[in-house]
């Protein structure tokens, strides 16, 4: 099992240029990719997107800088001057004092060009190339890292259900008594002397069938051993678990309708804490 935060950081040196390559992923709900790339790599864009395909799902942001050590940095004169113009013609307009105008023009990235902007050849590519596909390797593990700490939290979390539920059973009998008891009270209170005893245990059995919740119970620990086994399980299995957990929830509420028990329907409360605790994870599971 894999979280969709992941982060992993590289540099790697070749032909003159030093790259840094960076990934950071968070959880989405589809596949999002945002790149910043140096302009000589903009032909290696839908590359580098396929690449960055492996990671299937998430927010990811992928940024690689090109530090070029064999040219060196020139001004933009054109620019420059461009700039300068259209900043001190908008002062004049708006009655602006003019202050430091060259020192803030110069502060600009976009003015300063390397000497060297063709594009990358297919040697410094196929070198790149590696480093990225190391990178996302990195982030892999980081993410299966971080999905085995949210698989340890999400075991608590079912086994704590499991217990809540292999407790009920232990109240299910006094239910019966309880609900002949309340019947029994109600003809007392109506002065109902004369009773049909198999008419009477016909209306029980009737009224209990209606709060059974075997089936129910069946059902949500057909649900747990399921939430176990897809999380052990090598695919990617966040959405699936989104679904396991929507029917274990569906499960517990019915119980709790039926509960007609007050220790039954707080170990029903406990079970929906331990459910939103784990839904409150999901949303990172890949």
């Known amino acids: 099992m894999k979280s969709m935060t992941g982060f992993a950081k590289q540099q790697t040196e070749y032909n003159g240029h030093k790259y840094t390559i960076e990934i950071k992923t968070l959880n989405s709900k589809t596949l999002d990719l945002n790149t910043k790339i140096p302009a000589s790599l903009h032909n290696r864009e839908l590359e580098i997107r396929t690449m960055l395909n492996a990671l299937e799902r998430g927010k990811i942001d992928f940024i690689i800088t090109d530090e070029n050590t064999s040219t060196n940095i020139q001004l933009n004169h054109e620019l420059v001057q461009s700039r300068y113009q259209e900043i001190t013609a908008l002062a004049d307009q708006l009655h602006c004092t003019q202050h430091n105008i060259l020192?803030?023009?110069?502060?600009?990235?976009?003015?300063?060009?390397?000497?060297?902007?063709?594009?990358?050849?297919?040697?410094?590519?196929?070198?790149?190339?590696?480093?990225?596909?190391?990178?996302?390797?990195?982030?892999?593990?980081?993410?299966?890292?971080?999905?085995?700490?949210?698989?340890?939290?999400?075991?608590?979390?079912?086994?704590?259900?499991?217990?809540?539920?292999?407790?009920?059973?232990?109240?299910?009998?006094?239910?019966?008594?309880?609900?002949?008891?309340?019947?029994?009270?109600?003809?007392?209170?109506?002065?109902?002397?004369?009773?049909?005893?198999?008419?009477?245990?016909?209306?029980?059995?009737?009224?209990?069938?209606?709060?059974?919740?075997?089936e129910e119970k069946v059902r949500l620990a057909k649900h747990i051993n399921y939430f176990r086994q897809t999380m052990n399980t090598n695919e990617s299995n966040g959405k699936k678990l989104a679904?396991?957990?929507?029917?274990?929830?569906?499960?517990?509420?019915?119980?709790?309708?039926?509960?007609?028990?007050?220790?039954?329907?707080?170990?029903?409360?406990?079970?929906?804490?331990?459910?939103?605790?784990i839904k409150e994870q999901l949303g990172n599971i890949l």
């Open 243 to 277: 679904f396991v957990t929507q029917e274990m929830g569906r499960e517990i509420n019915t119980i709790g309708s039926k509960a007609n028990h007050v220790e039954i329907q707080k170990l029903v409360v406990e079970m929906k804490d331990e459910l939103e605790k």
């Open 103 to 214: 020192d803030t023009i110069l502060s600009m990235n976009d003015v300063w060009n390397s000497g060297d902007l063709s594009e990358t050849d297919n040697d410094s590519w196929n070198h790149l190339s590696q480093s990225i596909t190391a990178t996302i390797a990195e982030v892999d593990q980081f993410r299966l890292h971080e999905g085995t700490i949210l698989k340890d939290d999400f075991d608590k979390h079912v086994d704590i259900i499991e217990q809540k539920l292999n407790q009920i059973p232990q109240y299910e009998e006094e239910r019966i008594t309880t609900a002949r008891e309340r019947i029994q009270r109600y003809f007392a209170e109506y002065a109902i002397k004369e009773i049909d005893q198999n008419r009477f245990e016909q209306e029980l059995i009737y009224y209990l069938e209606k709060y059974d919740i075997t």
